[in-house]
């Protein structure tokens, strides 16, 4: 488990508050880890904040990943996960996009290590990032035209012929 | 001659300068001075690397998309084949996150063993990186030697689980069975006969004047860049930054260990392979404590935690047990949920901090099952840390970064 630095956390959720408003969306805690919803116009400005801060160091950018949620309507999410190495906390921020306006603005500004994180999710769910040097496949080949991790790509492909599954279970 | 690359990298700038005539050199997915599968196409002016593209994705094995599918005690063998140098490391850590999200009580026992098991693949994984990078200044006989060491681990996990490269060691809540005799046996003898041969490859390689030479001063980072590429682990601790994610974060009872956390200076390739060296010898010693804590205890049978909804009964039990025979069924036919939620969590991997972001929507399989690979993530800074170097020194750089293609595409 990791241990909540609560003084860090509620001066987070303070100054997140102070600064951005009714952008930030929902804030919980979810097991040992602050969450933060927020919108995604001031996802790069939160991040640029919380880098430059000098109390609360948000200096290191942990992982970022992607998730689809079809049944929603803000069906692509982005979820950051930082790390302020001096206050030993970490925290968790997601934002959410439609499927028509399939774009969240690049962190590549903020945090060099989101390069290469932000063509995995790309590559994964078409999602665009505006103010990327270089977004294109990393993982897959070139010239796929779908985005595997969506749930509606299907884990195998159904036009196989040389498989029959019917007496495996599954 | 490295100044004036620099500041003539324009080829049309003839007057009064050298003609540079840049030449692209495909050094290839398939190389043998690429230890993995992954490319680099370097624009050369000579011998000096002016820019380098990089394509990886030729080992993408979707785990991710895989993981979406999958009961969680059977995505244990796809954590594996990451980093398939350290495969006990990726497992247990995927499993103490899976415990994380249920919430299951690991006993003390349990995760000494597990500690013995995860430092033990600590060591095999510096043990094949340093010796690579041995094999790429030249002196091709020391990962000869360090192999026979890398074989006796390999039987201390044969005797656990009865793999030795990819392991799937362990299961949710602790092992499926506990060791036997002959595990102990070999475990005792390893962390005896270990420090010489540990010393001995010192005295081959450390003071070597040629390796010293040739490692030196190359493939530099600052520690300010290093953060902010997002490195962990020996590469991160050769810049000067102390961040273990045993230490920060203790998990499977590290803190109970005295061990010290090695940090080098200059982020070279020397201060990384001195990180490497000094964690070997750290890890023997918590190996050697977490035995002595071992022998220490009275309970010499526990090997998984008390959860009859998460934890497989014992075969015999199975067949001869009512309850038994129904907890297992249940647990095969995945008619027990999880909780509901998401966890994160990180261990300390041989490459740095390895993370299994976990979304569970309380099903069989998880809804989204994220691994932060430090490969991955670190590799991204290689361009930048050979730029106006040698060929030579690039493939050196390469090298000590420790970059096994399995955790880079996952």
């Known amino acids: 488990m990791f241990i909540i630095n609560q003084e860090i956390v509620e001066l987070t959720s303070e100054k997140l508050r102070q600064h951005f408003g009714e952008a930030i969306l929902t804030e919980e805690v979810e097991m040992d880890m602050p969450v933060y919803t927020v919108k995604k116009e001031i996802i790069v400005d939160l991040l640029r904040f919380l880098f430059d801060d000098e109390i609360l160091r948000y200096r290191f950018l942990t992982t970022m990943c992607g998730i689809h949620y079809p049944d929603n309507k803000q069906q692509f999410g982005v979820i950051y996960h930082l790390h302020s190495l001096e206050n030993n906390q970490r925290i968790r921020i997601k934002t959410f996009t439609t499927i028509e306006d399939i774009t969240i603005p690049s962190a590549t500004a903020v945090f060099a290590a989101a390069n290469w994180m932000e063509r995995e999710a790309y590559d994964f769910y078409g999602i665009q990032f505006p103010g990327h040097p270089n977004l294109k496949r990393i993982l897959n080949v070139e010239d796929m035209d779908y985005f595997p991790m969506r749930k509606e790509y299907p884990l195998e492909d159904g036009t196989r012929q040389d498989k029959n599954d019917d007496f495996f279970g599954r | ?410």
């Open chain 2, 1 to 410: 001659m490295k100044e004036d690359i620099q500041k003539n990298i324009d080829p049309g700038d003839v007057a009064g300068s050298e003609i540079h005539e840049f030449v692209t050199l495909n050094v290839g997915p398939t190389h043998p001075a690429t230890h993995g599968v992954f490319q680099n196409v370097m624009t050369m002016d000579g011998e000096y690397i002016v820019d380098t593209e990089q394509t990886i994705g030729y080992i993408h094995r979707a785990f991710e998309k895989i993981a979406e599918r999958r009961a969680y005690y059977q995505i244990l063998p796809l954590t594996d084949r990451m980093n398939y140098c350290s495969s006990p490391l990726n497992n247990t850590g995927y499993l103490m996150a899976v415990e994380k999200l249920l919430g299951l009580e690991i006993p003390k026992r349990v995760q000494y063993m597990r500690i013995i098991i995860m430092e033990l693949a600590r060591i095999a994984d510096h043990n094949v990186c340093n010796s690579v990078i041995g094999v790429d200044t030249g002196a091709l006989t020391v990962f000869t030697y360090m192999f026979q060491d890398r074989e006796k681990i390999y039987e201390i996990w044969e005797q656990v689980c009865g793999s030795r490269l990819t392991t799937s060691i362990g299961r949710i809540g602790g092992f499926e069975r506990n060791w036997n005799e002959k595990t102990w046996t070999l475990l005792r003898k390893f962390v005896k006969e270990y420090p010489k041969s540990l010393k001995e490859f010192e005295n081959l390689l450390m003071r070597n004047r040629i390796f010293l030479d040739r490692t030196v001063d190359v493939g530099a980072i600052s520690a300010e860049k290093a953060l902010n590429y997002g490195f962990t682990g020996p590469n991160l601790r050769a810049t000067g930054v102390d961040y273990d994610v045993r230490v920060t974060s203790p998990y499977c009872s590290y803190e109970e260990f005295d061990f010290i956390v090695p940090v080098g200076t200059t982020g070279d390739t020397h201060d990384r392979f001195m990180v490497r060296e000094e964690e070997m010898w750290q890890s023997l010693s918590i190996i050697n404590q977490a035995i002595a804590k071992l022998d220490a205890m009275d309970d010499k049978e526990t090997f998984n935690a008390d959860s009859k909804a998460y934890v497989m009964p014992a075969k015999e039990k199975v067949y001869n047990d009512m309850e038994a025979l129904i907890w297992h069924f249940k647990q095969v036919m995945g008619e027990i949920d999880p909780p509901k939620g998401e966890i994160y969590h990180a261990i300390e991997a041989g490459n740095g901090e390895l993370g299994f972001y976990i979304v569970s929507d309380g099903g069989r399989s998880p809804y989204r099952c994220h691994f932060r690979r430090p490969c991955f993530i670190y590799y991204q800074a290689y361009p930048e840390m050979i730029k106006g170097n040698l060929l030579s020194d690039a493939i050196i750089t390469l090298s000590s970064m420790n970059v096994i293609a399995g955790e880079l595409d996952a």
